[in-house]
């Protein structure tokens, strides 16, 4: 039987039609058929060491890139392994078809080894989730999932590959489903209109972009729009970058408090323009407590229904024609008041705090504001959840967009390592940085070893305090004390040495900007250790809650 009989040669032509270049996976004895056919695709297959690590890296490949990325893997086990990064993905509203394989169709149905129903277990986690009955139904299906994947508001979606069904023989006319493309519409002139009277009678409107707006490349669109209409702009944590932090109506990242700096630019807002915002980036109790703004929701699909997000106009459609049409339509100027300049000059003095802070271990200032220099405006940093994602969310400057990653919707430990290694192949020219904690890190450090092996180059940056810092400080801040968070670490140094990485250990707050130029400028998969000093955890919620307004 040759290969191109195969229902598995047909599953791989159809991922080369869809465009695909990657598969990151662990094979298993049910889908051997499937990964031996991708040797002779021009689809790379990345080996991985954790099944958790493929989902997260074809999270990040999806994320940066638009198209699916893809995670490949055996039943039971393997299938469950990848669970955590799906339900990531379509939490993160991220592009990702999972595929693995399940028992035989002639043993499904009863108790065997290794069956679980994988469908309904990934049901609840994607967009859409389905078994493969016979080798006809692949086009279609694979056809389905990239599409479902895809369109917005984007997902994942998952695909059980019964054994039988996956070594199959396929009639030879059976062909992958041609590619099309779901094109968005311009938005409606009667929702416009409706926007343009809102924006007609109010007093101090504020703009706030989120992760859709970044998908959707609404970028200088956005900034077009602020600027025609006089508009301040804030981001979500990801949709940090869609909006560049060093324009002069930016008011930086909401996300970290109830009053952080950015909270005053909506407390003193009547309208809310929320461009591609979902509410899983951010709770809006948090900018309208008092649920009294017009909201005009600006995005691809409809406003999620909450009590703090009454939307007073929804405008469905292309995000930068909505943003090109509204901005046509109102004929007045808004005059920014103090408020914006006030907030970027205190998060300016804080970030320049951070240059001058000599101490050891390092403040998480210091190590942000180091970031930041070492780093290039298109270089891509991930921050790993934990206090890690909290200061550099919060704190450093991002000016394009998918420039500082991290996961706010699921807001999973572990994404960062595996993810810069799929931005890597994404962007092979820009430098990549994986920012994370060290409780983070042990959760799928042993990708390192796929990296040295597969040759991808990034650096990781780990948070070092042995505890689960951010825990510590809800703790502390919460209850007056902490439990339960402290561990211990290996030696970084050797341990990434053991993989055949370089180690690097900072002992100096003065060390660590010339460590990160130099492991950023090789060619090489680089771990730094850098020893962190969370005081300033309390000493920073302590200010923020001193803090009043309006300005």
Do not use: C
């Not at 043993?107 to 493969?132: C, G, M, N």
């Not at 049409?325 to 005059?335: I, N, P, Q, T, W």
């Not at 070492?374 to 890690?388: C, H, K, N, P, S």
């Amino acid at each position: 039987m040759s290969a191109q009989a195969t229902a598995a040669r047909l599953i791989v032509q159809a991922l080369e039609a869809e465009g695909v270049e990657y598969v990151f996976g662990i094979p298993g004895e049910e889908n051997i058929h499937f990964v031996d056919a991708l040797r002779d695709s021009s689809i790379r297959y990345v080996l991985v060491r954790h099944e958790q690590g493929a989902a997260f890296m074809a999270e990040i490949y999806g994320r940066l890139t638009g198209k699916a990325g893809v995670a490949s893997a055996t039943l039971g086990p393997g299938a469950i392994n990848l669970m955590l990064g799906v339900a990531d993905a379509t939490t993160n509203s991220t592009p990702v078809v999972a595929i693995t394989a399940q028992v035989g169709l002639d043993r499904i149905y009863k108790e065997s080894h290794q069956v679980v129903d994988l469908v309904s277990l990934f049901r609840p986690i994607t967009k859409w989730a389905e078994l493969a009955p016979a080798p006809q139904a692949l086009p279609e299906m694979i056809r389905k999932a990239f599409k479902t994947a895809q369109t917005e508001r984007p997902g994942a979606v998952y695909l059980a590959i019964p054994e039988d069904v996956e070594s199959a023989e396929v009639p030879a006319d059976l062909r992958p489903l041609p590619v099309n493309v779901v094109r968005t519409q311009d938005p409606s002139p009667a929702q416009i209109a409706r926007a343009a009277d809102v924006l007609a009678t109010a007093r101090q409107p504020i703009v706030l972009a989120g992760h859709g707006a970044s998908r959707a490349g609404a970028g200088q669109a956005l900034v077009r729009f602020s600027e025609r209409l006089g508009l301040p702009v804030a981001t979500t944590f990801n949709g940090k970058g869609v909006f560049p932090d060093d324009h002069r109506h930016a008011l930086g990242a909401v996300g970290f408090m109830r009053h952080d700096y950015v909270n005053f630019g909506f407390d003193e807002a009547d309208v809310l323009i929320s461009v591609g915002y979902e509410l899983q980036e951010f709770d809006p109790v948090k900018i309208n407590p008092a649920r009294d703004k017009k909201i005009i929701h600006i995005h691809q699909f409809p406003a999620e229904v909450d009590d703090h997000y009454p939307v007073a106009v929804g405008v469905q459609g292309d995000i930068s024609r909505s943003l090109h049409a509204l901005a046509d339509a109102v004929h007045r100027r808004f005059e920014i008041n103090g408020t914006g300049e006030k907030i970027r000059r205190m998060m300016r003095e804080e970030l320049a705090q951070g240059r001058s802070e000599g101490r050891f271990p390092l403040s998480p200032r210091r190590v942000v504001a180091d970031i930041r220099e070492a780093m290039g405006r298109e270089d891509i940093v991930l921050a790993d959840t934990g206090a890690v994602k909290m200061w550099m969310a919060r704190m450093y400057p991002t000016y394009e967009p998918n420039t500082m990653l991290v996961s706010n919707g699921l807001s999973s430990m572990g994404f960062s390592v595996p993810g810069a290694l799929a931005a890597k192949l994404a962007f092979p020219r820009r430098r990549v940085l994986a920012a994370t904690g060290d409780g983070a890190f042990l959760m799928n450090s042993q990708e390192l070893e796929t990296a040295v092996r597969e040759r991808v180059p990034f650096v990781v940056l780990v948070w070092v305090d042995d505890a689960y810092g951010l825990i510590e400080w809800k703790m502390d801040l919460e209850l007056g004390r902490d439990s339960n968070v402290a561990f211990g670490n290996p030696d970084f140094v050797k341990y990434a040495e053991s993989f055949g990485a370089r180690g690097y250990r900072i002992g100096a707050a003065d060390e660590l900007l010339p460590t990160l130029r130099k492991a950023l400028a090789d060619d090489v998969v680089s771990v730094i250790a850098v020893p962190v000093d969370y005081s300033a955890n309390l000493q920073l919620t302590d200010k923020l809650g001193e803090l009043t307004g309006p300005f």
